[in-house]
């Protein structure tokens, strides 16, 4: 069993609209949430962590519902530079700081 | 940017080879992981240094190997390439190992043959 599941879509949705994005995971142990960006052919980028009480971070809203081992990502008002996959990771202490990631959600925002 | 650099962009390279791609992490930074991000996967993890000691190793074979160097860099090694070894391999530098987020570099895509 994959530690980190998500639907790989991909989502194509229009301009203005609001996407949710969610994932599962698998070790209760996980200690740290985050939501990564990856554009095509490069490296992923810090979109925001993730944090039970769930947190804002202008048109992005991350929330984590740790007894369902679960986090989702809500982008309001998509904006055509939205366009990339989305990669749910946990981090989980096994000696090393172990990211887990995803496979990623790919999103197309259409003009 | 990140400040975490990579070099080279790209490789190519036939079975049975070795490679060696190099990494600078962020100054300031002393834990380095490697990661490695087959097409259409996400990253997984394949080794981690924190101040220049391996603390925590992935599911990978031993061909699989890190050199760690003083001010932030760090190599890995690949022996005995395999086809399917052909990824785009990530290095991520943190502050340290109570230190959670991760910042990635831009990656070497190796290719295969």
Known sequence: RKEVEQDP????????????FNCTYSNSASQ???????????????????YSSGNEDGRFTAQLNRASQYISLLIRDSKLSD?????????????????FFGTGTRLTVIP | ETGVTQSPTHLIKTRGQQVTLRCSSQSGHNTVSWYQQALGQ?????????????????????????????NYRSDLNVNALELDDSALYLCASSAGQGTDTQYFGPGTRLTVL
Request: with cysteine.
């Open chain 1, 32 to 50: 740290s949430f985050f939501w990564y960006r990856q554009d095509c052919r490069k490296e992923p980028k810090l979109l925001m962590s993730v």
């Open chain 2, 42 to 70: 996400g990253p997984q993890f394949i080794f981690q240094y924190y101040r220049e000691e391996e603390n925590g190793r992935g599911n990978f074979p031993p061909r699989f190997s890190g050199l760690p160097f003083p």
């Open chain 1, 83 to 99: 366009s990339a996959t989305y990669l749910c990771v946990v981090l989980l202490k096994t000696g090393a700081n172990n990211l």
């Open chain 1, 9 to 20: 879509g991909p989502f194509n949705v229009p301009e203005g609209a609001t996407v949710a």
